[in-house]
């Protein structure tokens, strides 16, 4: 077997090494990591639905009702009522025909891919997507072909010169490491023109953005019949566990008979499901947490400009301060943790080399005082 121990040495030389920190009770605005008390500025839980008291209820219920493990796949004896529920709510809440639920979002992205596309044709991808959407290109053996960040006429070059029998355009809705916004629109110009199916990963838009967090479609005001594919997850905004897909008829019909992450895996917990379905009941009745997480990041990028912190162009929760230097973003990162402060230094290959930084995410229940807390340590750690 070949010998590990020289590129594990390698990644701590480099200031690339990870390493995992033992969370001892549930998400919040404050937890307990590593023993320590700290303020969580680095969580997708952005509604502060994972701790919910009525979705923990209805997690329980239903563990009660359907016990605990699912037992099966979907196709054999593992698709209870809570999940066929959950997507035709989710089809209902997003506005589209149908919908489909995976176990994450990564078996979501690399289940539509491995399943409609093969060698004979292209995906065209963002240069900044998430890993999901990369590997799921590669693993359909399809030609991968990127474009500039957020550059639609780099876009349209490339679908231009594309000859490919199915083509495929695929984006971050809500881009996870810098938090700016796709042009929904100019991309389903495009594929319109060039005959390309166009597909959008609306995990970190979905139940944050748009009216009542319907997602990044509906705050962009485009309408799903130009989406041909549609992917959200449901461990952020929502607060549970997984993925779906939404889209046609004959979209989901295709993927239950042919995405080999559907057919192959275990489906969720139902308790995840019923879970999910009462999180969402929440996301219409309890408007006030948008509308706490859109005051929380007005305040913070009021704050960050007012000190010169090298903030990304974010409306979003994610609020990245660029550092550059690995070394220098993990140190800051380390010592706001020692201060009562949580927030994850990224760094290559996750982002681009010479980009490390700090990876800032807001909640709906921080308070301007957590916020400005925040801003003041993290000037001592800069300067």
């Not at 008291?53 to 037992?71: L, M, P």
């Amino acid at each position: 077997m070949k010998d590990l121990k020289p590129y594990l040495l390698q990644r701590k030389q480099q200031n690339l090494y990870r390493s995992r920190k033992i969370l001892q009770g549930p998400q919040g605005r404050k937890i307990t990591l590593n023993n320590q008390h700290v303020l969580n500025f680095c969580s997708n839980d952005y509604l502060g639905l994972a701790n919910h008291s009525e979705v923990k209820k209805a997690f329980i219920r239903a563990t009660q009702h359907y016990g605990v493990g699912s037992g099966a796949a979907h196709l054999v004896n593992g698709h209870t009522q809570a999940h066929h529920a959950l997507e035709e709510e989710l089809a209902s809440f997003c506005n589209f025909p149908r919908c489909l639920l995976f176990s994450t979002g990564y078996m979501a992205n690399l289940g539509v891919a491995q399943s409609l596309y093969s060698k004979n044709d292209s995906i065209i991808e963002d240069k900044l997507n998430h890993a999901s959407l990369l590997d799921a290109a590669n693993i359909s053996n399809s030609q991968l072909i990127r474009f500039r960040h957020k550059d639609y006429d780099h876009l349209a070059n490339k679908l231009r010169g594309c000859e490919a029998r199915e083509k495929l355009v695929s984006s971050d809705s809500v881009f996870s490491m810098d938090g700016d916004e796709a042009n929904i629109q100019l991309m389903a110009s495009h594929c319109q023109t060039h005959n390309a199916r166009l597909m959008l990963d609306d995990a970190h838009g979905f139940g944050v953005l748009g009216k009542e967090g319907r997602g990044s479609l509906n705050h962009q005001q485009i309408n799903p019949k130009d989406i041909s594919i549609y992917m959200a997850t449901l461990g952020k905004a929502l607060g549970t566990a997984g993925a779906f897909i939404a889209g046609s008829e004959e979209l989901i019909e295709t993927l239950i008979q042919t995405a080999r992450c559907y057919i192959y895996t275990t489906a969720m917990p139902a308790a995840i499901a019923e879970a999910t379905r009462t999180s969402l009941q929440l996301l219409i009745k309890e408007n006030w947490r948008q509308q706490a997480l859109i005051n929380n990041i007005h305040y913070f990028k009021t704050l960050a400009r007012q000190t010169e912190l090298n903030l990304l162009e974010s409306n979003t929760p994610i609020q990245p301060i660029i550092i550059g230097d690995s070394k220098k973003a993990n140190d800051i990162s380390q010592r706001l943790l020692t201060q009562g402060f949580h927030i994850a230094a990224i760094r290559p290959p996750t982002v681009p080399e010479n980009t490390a930084r700090l990876r800032i995410t807001l909640r709906a229940d921080h308070t301007e005082a957590d916020i400005e807390q925040l801003i003041d340590e993290i000037i001592k750690a800069l300067y």
